[in-house]
């Protein structure tokens, strides 16, 4: 293994708020040979997500939100090892050598839980990609992927959503967003999405959203009232914060919300106030959250449909590529930020 250089991203400190470059250090990690059962693989792709936030150490001393959070001087940990899958993996990548039966060196994977270039996990943990795929690889972090499988789950599975829907979707110009978007629309709903600046001509103009409200510059109860008028349906949210207090205000009678993230409040050490709850007495809403892992046998049939309408143009997608694992921190501060198109990857 000497050949090879281990390059990752530490946690030196705990951000406060919204993580800076300075919280983070580049430095090179051992590399494990494979044990038996395990797959050592070199990562081309990572997948930068606004749950990493949540895995980072706190200034506070409440436990990590997601369970597993990264320690001062760790590496970053960007997900948790899944039992039978690498669905939720945050790398792509390339077999170097192997000692499970399934995987040989050249195989294409997905996997992997960290911030690093060389990654030694159990082969239970990895997914095979089609060798055919090697040129879309990233797509594989992205809308074939765990973002576009978990909109599949929560736009069918969850809001089971209906021809004649009136549905929002908040981030609507992110990675998970842009396919739950489309995914309404070809099931005949019309669709609302708030996005911020560039995003909303996207949104409308390539992803074919019914209107697109800039949460920047709109008064979103205003416009949801324009172009609402007898109110949401479906409530697709990302977000949390005052963009679903404002949405909740506006459901129609029965209406469903699926709640998939909250990426307002990740720099915060506490949550901010919910939405009221008066509408969901009121108007009879049913509110669900989901966790993709649930549905891992649907992923199959996601993966076809999803192929299937990429390949006749009928499911569009974009990925945001930063060069360099050196250059991860400052992707995953620019998504928090709202700065990135699509889904945000670090080609390495």
């Known amino acids: 293994m000497t050949e090879y250089v281990n390059r990752a991203v530490r946690v030196v400190r ?18 494990r040979p494979p044990a038996d059962g395990e797959v050592l693989f070199r990562a081309h792709y990572l997948s930068i997500d606004p749950a990493i936030r949540r895995r980072l150490p706190s200034t506070s001393s409440a436990p990590g939100p997601l369970g597993a959070v990264a320690g001062i001087g760790d590496v970053v940990l960007a997900g948790v090892v899944p039992a039978h899958s690498g669905l939720d993996g945050i790398a792509v990548g390339e077999v170097i ?13 997905r996997g992997g839980t960290h911030w690093q270039v060389y990654h030694t996990i159990k082969g239970a943990a990895l997914d095979r990609i089609p ?6 690889l990233g797509d594989e972090l992205g809308i074939l992927g765990q973002p576009g499988f978990v909109a599949h789950c929560g736009m069918r599975l969850v809001a089971d959503v209906r021809e004649r829907d009136t549905v929002v979707v908040s981030a609507a110009g992110g990675a998970v967003g842009m396919v739950a978007g489309q995914i309404a629309k070809l099931a005949g709903a019309r669709v609302i999405g708030i996005a911020g600046g560039e995003k909303t001509e996207y949104v409308v103009e390539e992803l074919g959203f019914d209107a697109c409200i800039d949460r920047k510059t709109a008064n979103i109860g205003e416009q949801l009232d324009e172009l609402c008028p007898k109110g949401v349906d479906v409530y697709f949210d990302n977000v949390g914060g005052s963009i679903t207090r404002a949405v909740f205000d506006r459901m129609a009678d029965f209406g469903r919300v699926v709640v998939c993230g909250m990426i307002s409040e990740y720099n ?49 997608y974009r990925n945001d590529v930063t060069e360099g694992i050196e250059n991860a921190p400052a992707a995953l501060i620019g998504q928090l930020s709202g700065h990135n198109r699509g889904k945000q990857l670090v080609m390495i």
Do not use: M, T
């Open 14 to 31: 705990a951000p406060r708020g919204l993580p800076v470059v300075e919280d983070f250090r580049i430095d090179e990690v051992p590399i």
């Open 131 to 136: 060798r055919e795929n090697r040129a879309s």
């Open 268 to 316: 915060q050490d506490e949550s901010e106030v919910g939405p009221p709850l008066r509408p969901v007495l009121r108007k009879r809403l049913r509110i669900e959250g989901f966790i993709c892992y649930d549905h891992y046998d649907r992923y199959p049939e996601y993966r076809a449909w999803a192929s299937a309408r990429i390949a006749e143009g009928g499911l569009r």
């Open 97 to 109: 050598s192997s000692r499970h039966p399934d995987f040989a060196a050249g195989d294409l994977v």
